[in-house]
């Protein structure tokens, strides 16, 4: 594998590829409870293909979790590292656990943690979880059980570090305590990088426990890539969570149509000058350990793994934030 910078991984002792790669489009189309919660279908021979782009990059993290494709994203990254020949051992995976409740009240209960952990252990091939996180901050009154649940496992040896996913500065303060995470994850790009900004409330939760971030959605799921064209829109299928969101209405696509040709003027108007500019974007703040972005064939994680020649300026990153960030 190639020299792909890496960063650490909060306090694991574990560093990760700054351009890491998120498994979410592998799980396919999808719903929990009745909710489309997935993505359009993948090509495994496709996917296949980029994951050999991703490790000869020097890719050593992969983001997985149980609700995508409800098992399936796990099971297909074990067959993907199969075919390629390649120890799962020898890159660092993380998977989650709370958005898929089965038949249990909250996903949060004792047994269903311990039931999950189980099956994604059989559905990834391995006899432990790298990184095994809480996918949301919605605990109830579950949160000191879940915690001792969790560290359980790690005392078993079936995980070796514990993350926090959440969507909330309320519910990471609430939960960092309580779950003594080592990383934590939430959305973070361009348009919103409310969680990573120098001298926000997270930055200092997270100086203070000593904590990294695993940005995902950090293409901010292609819309910095101005590749949906307002006039012929595309039409997600029944399954796939982006149908009928306004993020993926033509009214945004032409509100940030002027915005990206700013970027595209600065930086270069390709697909893949777009993707460097938006994962260096997020990579450039603090604490910041790694991006996920999302990939569905090779040419998509070549351009994932090509950002990582990129440097951006501080003033590079001042000109991206008064950009898109700004009503105009």
Not at 150 to 163: A, D, I, N, T, Y
Request: proline residues 5%; contains cysteine; negative net charge.
């Amino acid at each position: 594998m190639k020299g792909m910078k890496t960063r650490p991984l909060g306090k694991s002792g574990l560093n990760v590829s700054e351009i890491s790669f998120g498994c979410w489009t592998m799980g396919g189309l999808n719903w929990v409870n009745g909710t489309p919660n997935g993505w359009a279908n993948v090509d495994e021979d496709e996917v296949t293909r980029a994951v050999k782009v991703a490790l000869d990059a020097g890719v050593n993290h992969f983001d997985n979790a149980d609700v995508y494709g409800n098992g399936r994203a796990e099971q297909m990254l074990r067959r993907v590292l199969d075919r390629l020949g390649v120890q799962s051992e020898s890159v660092i995976i993380a998977t989650k656990v709370g958005h898929f409740p089965g038949t249990a009240a909250h996903a949060y209960e004792p047994a269903h943690i311990r039931h999950q952990c189980e099956q994604s252990l059989i559905n990834l091939g391995r006899d432990h979880i790298d990184l095994y996180y809480f996918h949301h901050g919605s605990f109830g009154d579950r949160l000191e059980e879940a915690a001792a649940t969790m560290h359980s496992l790690v005392r078993e040896g079936k995980v070796r570090f514990v993350g926090q996913s959440a969507y909330s500065f309320e519910d990471f303060a609430r939960a960092v305590p309580v779950v003594k995470p080592v990383v934590l994850q939430s959305r973070a790009h361009a348009l919103n990088d409310e969680f990573i900004r120098a001298g926000s409330p997270l930055q200092a939760l997270m100086e203070e426990h000593e904590l990294s971030f695993v940005a995902f959605s950090p293409l901010a799921q292609g819309l910095l890539l101005d590749k949906f064209d307002p006039t012929n829109p595309p039409q997600f299928e029944e399954g796939d969570y982006r149908k009928g969101r306004a993020d993926f209405e033509p009214a945004n696509f032409e509100r940030l149509k002027p915005k990206l040709a700013k970027l595209k003027e600065r930086f270069g108007d390709s697909v893949e000058a777009l993707a460097a500019v938006a994962l260096q974007y997020v990579l450039a703040h603090p604490h910041v350990c790694c991006v996920i972005p999302g990939f569905r064939n090779d040419r998509q994680a070549a351009c994932n793994v090509a950002a990582d020649q990129l440097t951006l300026s501080s003033d590079d990153v001042n000109f991206i934030r008064q950009t898109l960030q700004t009503d105009s």
